[in-house]
């Protein structure tokens, strides 16, 4: 059995008038996250996470910010994409995200199910804060980490 993880990272800022998703769910909250596609920072650290796993580079290679193509594009659509493309199949996925608001505990459950739902394999979601510190801290966007598992 070949076992390889990988590792995804990504961050937006707050400013766009639209929802605000977070792993396909769409969040209650007055304020959008700022991006070339939907935004949605975690399905963004999730595909970076599978990509880096299958050693075939991130997200911006794959669905660069300057192809017009992707702009205001769905993220769990680019998501299916490259879980189709894997070659490979996912184990888990366990993600943490990290704001300082809204508060996400309540929504956790409902962001692991429906990312579980695409992967086709468990997706563990967490929320902390920065404890007030930095950009984060200061409530000027969201950030996001996700680990993959896979093998094949």
């Given at each position: 059995?070949?076992?390889?993880?990988?590792?995804?990272?990504?961050?937006?800022?707050?400013?766009?008038?639209?929802?605000?998703?977070?792993g396909?769910?769409?969040?209650?909250?007055?304020?959008?996250?700022?991006?070339?596609?939907?935004?949605?920072v975690?399905?963004?650290?999730?595909?970076?996470?599978?990509?880096?796993?299958?050693?075939?580079?991130?997200?911006?290679?794959?669905?660069?910010?300057?192809?017009?193509?992707?702009?205001?594009?769905?993220?769990?659509?680019?998501?299916?994409?490259?879980?189709?493309?894997?070659?490979?199949?996912?184990?888990?996925?366990?993600?943490?995200?990290?704001?300082?608001?809204?508060?996400?505990?309540?929504?956790?459950e409902?962001?692991?199910?429906?990312?579980?739902?695409?992967?086709?394999?468990?997706?563990?979601?967490?929320?902390?804060?920065?404890?007030?510190?930095?950009?984060?801290?200061?409530?000027?966007?969201?950030?996001?980490?996700?680990?993959?598992?896979?093998?094949?």
């Amino acid at each position: 059995m070949n076992i390889r993880v990988g590792i995804g990272f990504d961050s937006h800022r707050f400013g766009a008038d639209r929802p605000l998703l977070l792993g396909g769910v769409e969040i209650p909250y007055e304020r959008g996250l700022d991006g070339h596609s939907d935004a949605d920072v975690l399905t963004h650290a999730v595909i970076d996470a599978l990509l880096g796993a299958c050693g075939r580079g991130d997200i911006g290679a794959r669905f660069p910010d300057d192809d017009e193509r992707w702009a205001g594009a769905d993220s769990i659509a680019m998501l299916e994409t490259v879980v189709a493309e894997l070659g490979a199949e996912p184990v888990n996925v366990d993600a943490t995200v990290i704001c300082e608001e809204p508060k996400l505990r309540p929504h956790n459950e409902r962001i692991g199910a429906r990312l579980s739902e695409v992967i086709g394999a468990p997706a563990h979601v967490k929320a902390t804060t920065s404890e007030r510190m930095g950009a984060l801290g200061r409530g000027e966007g969201i950030a996001a980490m996700a680990v993959a598992l896979i093998s094949g």
